[in-house]
């Protein structure tokens, strides 16, 4: 089920958008044509995209109910009526999910010769392992707490497996409160491999839950456990420091992220078998009502489940793992300077390898050549070989300079930490413009040649992340333009620097220059449609939600513009109005790769302008990031865009899901054709080929 705007509503809610785009995701994990363990991956994000969920966009609708009563969103629902629904829908969702784990999933994996053991289930000698691992592995490191005036309700921590005892009887101090809490060891896995001569077969699970569910009167001796119940609470997680107050963001920012795992409840998660008094319990703790508590059959934290493919050694249950492709004018060069002087490279990644972008950042590490490095670090990871090479390059003198997004959500410190190691290196760091997230990716790089200075630069619509340059799909060029290398160095001269915003040559920039200029090129395109030329506009990004944008693209349909929209995640925009949108399009690709790259196309009467960028159409990327969209120059580039990130998923029919007007969306099904699918179509065309054309080497 999902919330039906009105005939006059122009907006969809985003919150609502995002629980559709998870049922399109836990969609997958239900599709028969995908490996079984990949189904189970994907089962599990719609869990981890639901934390998020729960954390950001229910904890910003509760903050605003409480803070803002009668406060009206975009759309026109107030917060509370925005709750209401959202809580509705999330219930149908996270019911789905879980009879998908239990009716189908597990069943298959069982089928498939892959257990996860039920209590009730246990053998003698499986119940004797159990035991030993209990009093071996978990009961050392439980701390049981007994609730009474000495002992108040926990602390507990956010998204930490804990379970809710009752007790009855009295301790060796003659106290009988009747309920004790216990968390779970984050350090155990949830789930134990059980030996193949115990467990009969090769991969043979207990859940942690049940250890615990089976021992759990050891921990309470002389007393009566009555029952045992697991829960799990979400908490607001978006961390905020005060703009007038903060004199060090990183300081500051240290001191926030200690307190985020205790923010305020969002969410409940309880095992479905946990008595109602119980459950009041714990809501009156967390200071929840009904409609945040989430009763679940099965294990109440399904994320961690997601590493139980990476210990299951079956490649024939997994996407078949491939190499991704080279391209072919970096092969047989060693110098990737020359290659890049002698024309712009464009990267499509995972199907073409992220190896060149650490090659250029390691080859500038130790050329003698390279005088400057700059570059914009978002998203990176804990492990990081591009930040070993900016380490290596400011400790061999050259001039490095690294703009660090304090403020990327969920990796903060690991940003702290690089950002510490960086400065004791000798890096020049900046946390970027207090107050607008820098989400930029640039690489800057400027090199002395017969003389001169020349400047080097990548950029890119994803982060500079090796491990997810394999999973998600992204677009990178590198280039020696002068237009597009000096608006670079432009851009960071504004990051380190103060002054005024200059115009750019050729960059479109958030939070100046970006909004208008998208704006301008519909506008064009809407003049275009008027004197009765081709107007077409195409679109791919990860959601759509800026009011203005979508009131632009509104009056394009109804000027005659052609529009298709490649929106990933959630889109406030609604196609096939009569009137209003009947010339837009909006399309949904979900598959093996997380659609990631932003393109932005404009037919422009035949002159086919294409920009790639980090930003979506969203307010926070327009008004409070900064961020760039470049132009892709090169005929033969832009032909490989058009074709790689925009036709070729306008024509898929296997992974795309089409948007209705009223923000439900129906999957895209061959009719009498042939099935094409746009990440298989590019596998072949990337990858394949590279494969294909080395052995012919």
Known sequence: MIFRPAENQLLLNRELGLLEFNRRVLAQAEDERNPLLERLKFLCIVSSNLDEFFEVRVAYLKESIAHNPGMVLPEGLTAEEAMRMVSVEAHDLVERQYLLLREVMFPALQAARIHFFRRSTWDVAQREWVRDYFFRELKPILTPIGLDPAHPFPRVLNKSLNFIV???????????????IVQAPRVLPRFVKLPIEVSGVENGFVFLSSILHAHVDELFAG?????????????????????????????????ELSQRPFGDAVRLEVADNCPVHLQEFLQTQFGLSDMDVYRVNGPVN????????????????????????????????????????KSDILLHHPYQCFTPVIDLLQQAAVDPDVVAIKMTVYRTGAESVLMEALLAAAR??????????????????????????????????????????????????????????????????????PRTARLYTDFGLMTTDEDITDDVSDVFMQLTGLGQAGQHRVLLQSPFTMLSSL?????????????????????????????????????ASQAGVTIHLIVRGVCALRPGIPGI????????????????????????????????????????????????AFPVKSPKLKRRVLREGLQSYLIDNVQAWEMLSDGRYRRKRPRGGKERCAQD????????????????K
């Open 302 to 341: 399904l994320v961690r489940l997601m590493q139980a493919p990476d210990q299951i050694d079956r490649p024939d249950l997994k996407f078949e793992p491939f190499l991704p492709g080279f391209p072919s004018e970096l092969k047989d060069k060693s110098n990737i300077f020359t290659a890049i002087r």
């Open 166 to 180: 009752e007790l009855e009887g009295k301790d060796a101090f003659g106290r009988s409160s009747g309920i004790a």
């Open 681 to 696: 179509l590019l596998f072949a065309d990337l990858v394949t080929k590279s494969r294909r054309q080395d052995k012919e």
């Open 396 to 465: 061999n003198g050259k001039q490095v300079t690294v703009v660090v997004e304090l403020m990327a959500r969920f990796d903060e410190e690991a940003n702290i930490g690089w950002a510490s190691k960086l400065e004791r290196a000798g890096a020049h760091v900046v946390y970027g413009v207090y107050g607008y997230k820098t989400h930029a990716k640039m690489l800057l790089i400027v090199r002395r040649e017969n003389g001169i200075l020349r400047r080097y630069a990548h950029l890119g619509t994803g982060n500079y992340h």
């Open 519 to 555: 704006l301008r090129m519909v506008d064009r395109e809407i003049a275009h449609a008027r004197a009765g030329r081709k107007a077409v506009i195409i679109a791919k990004m990860n959601a759509l939600l800026e009011e203005s944008v979508v009131s632009k693209l509104y009056e």
């Open 581 to 628: 949108s009947d010339n837009i399009q909006v399309r949904s690709i979900i598959g093996r790769f997380l659609e990631h790259h932003r393109v932005f196309y404009f037919y422009n009467d035949g002159a086919e302008d294409v920009y790639l960028s980090s930003a979506d159409w969203m307010e926070r990327n327009l008004h409070r990031r900064i961020e760039i």
């Open 223 to 255: 007393m009566t456990v009555l029952g045992c119940y697991q829960f799990r609470v979400t908490r607001d997680s978006d961390v905020s420091v005060d703009d007038e107050e903060v004199k060090d963001l990183r300081a500051a920012l240290e001191g």
